[in-house]
């Protein structure tokens, strides 16, 4: 099996993986609130709900990205570097992923706490990331079903200890 990542990595990955769809599925709460108190009205209880969920989810996943950047600093995934077109673009996605999605849940904070006016480009923003979201699905699937590698597996299975023998 290739060299891969640590479980913490791992773990990091499928934590925020299940958070950005909850990121999806209750964005539309945010526009919906301020549009009921604006209009003089009482938002959903439904709606303040997600707005909450939308808002704290983000947090966390600005901080579990922010983790995961440490750590790749201080701990970088055991690969072999890639000099073909395609590792390139991975490499090149992989870092647009921290710097979009770390950007993400900075301008969200900002909108929901500071400056509302930001939130224009936290709304493309998440169309971007939703982009790279997709090509990073059709990515793995290529890697598992056509390639037949082991590159997802590296996001599954823990790198392993070097045994004396393999130093």
Not at 69 to 82: C, D, E, G, V, Y
Not at 104 to 115: D, I, K, L, N, R
Not at 127 to 143: C, E, F, K, Q, S
Not at 147 to 160: W, Y
Request: aromatic letters at 10%; one cysteine or more.
């Amino acid at each position: 099996m290739k060299a891969g990542y640590s479980l913490t990595q791992i773990g990091l990955h499928w934590l925020v993986a299940l958070l950005v769809p909850v990121q999806y599925l209750t964005g539309g709460s945010i526009e919906r609130t301020h549009h009921a108190v604006h209009m003089g009205m009482t938002p959903s209880h439904w709606d303040v709900v997600q707005h909450h969920l939308h808002n704290y989810a983000g947090m966390a996943i600005g901080l579990l990205m922010g983790i995961r950047l440490a750590l790749r600093i201080i701990q970088p995934p055991q690969t072999r570097p890639s000099g073909t077109w395609a590792g390139r673009v991975a490499a090149v996605l992989h870092h647009a992923f921290y710097a979009a999605i770390i950007a993400q849940a900075c301008m969200g904070f900002v909108a929901s706490y500071f400056w509302f006016g930001i939130a224009q480009y936290h709304v493309v923003g998440s169309r971007i990331i939703l982009g790279m979201v997709a090509l990073h699905l059709a990515a793995a699937a290529w890697h598992t079903l056509i390639a037949r590698d082991e590159t997802v597996d590296r996001m599954v299975f823990p790198r392993r200890k070097r045994s004396a023998q393999e130093l």
